[in-house]
């Protein structure tokens, strides 16, 4: 490959195809009744931001606050998947990536792609839900949050299993589809769990290295090379204290840290960007919003990371792994 030549940091950013694989917005457009078509001043999402920071595709997670747990999870899990549709129809910047030839098409049409993803599958009871979630434009799915359900339990359950039988189950449903298993807040037993299971590989869409921050959300060099061995991939989380312990004085450099960490220890083939946006509270310093991305790629080519891993990083990863795994 030829070597890419930089000169305007900026410039380069905006011929990237860029990918976050983890956003709470439509949590914030719900709960707060933004209406992120326009310029909000809030949170850290939404379309003039977007477009200020050269994002081409956004994972949108549908998460779900304890007060729906358990009685009213497939409630509110449809209530906010509904509303991530109402919010691309309503727009004419937004589209829904549903098949691999839309990534790319949305991109050359000027527009942003949204995927949907469900953050803790506590409204999944059956396999069966799986394809009903899949043909109502899911693509992308984790077991769980922090704690356990009927597929698995989280990083926070003190005694934690593995997959239970319907997670292992719909695991293989998901296989099936080309649905792409999320492993971040997974608890380690049903992380290895997928690891063996898994016909396809995994993500862990916004999740750290454990050997700089040892928040347990994040991954230790084993969970991460296990990654590697199954060809999936890492999402750069932004929470401060998935950065750094303490989570104090964090800023975009902190970022780089973890890139370089986890690239030197798998590959720069195999990490991306997971930030987490609008589902932290704080954010590092020098990365307030989605509209700061660009910054990412001139701190990353400023530490000597080369431009074609920076192409990498910021998207092309993810881009190619994505289209891997759903093309069924």
Known sequence: MEAILVDDPMIFHENLYVVNSHLDTILRVVNEELDIR???????????????????LLVFAIYLESQYLPDRARERTEQLLTAIKKLVESSSDLELVLDPEDFERIKAEGKIGIMIAIEGADGITSVEDVHKFYREGVRMISFTWNYGNQLADGVKEEKPGGLTELGKACLAAMNELGVIVDVSHLAEPGFWDVIKYSSAPIIASHSNARALASHPRNLTDEQLLAIKDKGGMVGLCYEPWFLKDGGQGVTIADIVKHYS????????????????????????????????????????????????????????????????????
Do not use: C
């Open 38 to 56: 326009e310029a909000t001043g809030v949170w850290h999402v939404d379309v003039p931001r977007i477009k200020a920071g050269g994002v081409d």
């Open 261 to 328: 960490y986890i690239s030197d220890l798998i590959g720069s083939d195999r990490v991306g960007l997971g930030t987490d946006f609008d589902g932290i509270g704080n954010v590092p310093a020098g990365m307030e919003d989605i509209a700061k991305t660009p910054e990412l790629t001139k701190a990353l080519l400023t530490e000597g990371v080369s431009a074609e891993d920076v192409r990498l990083v910021m998207g092309e990863n993810f881009l190619r792994l994505f289209k891997q795994i759903m093309d069924k």
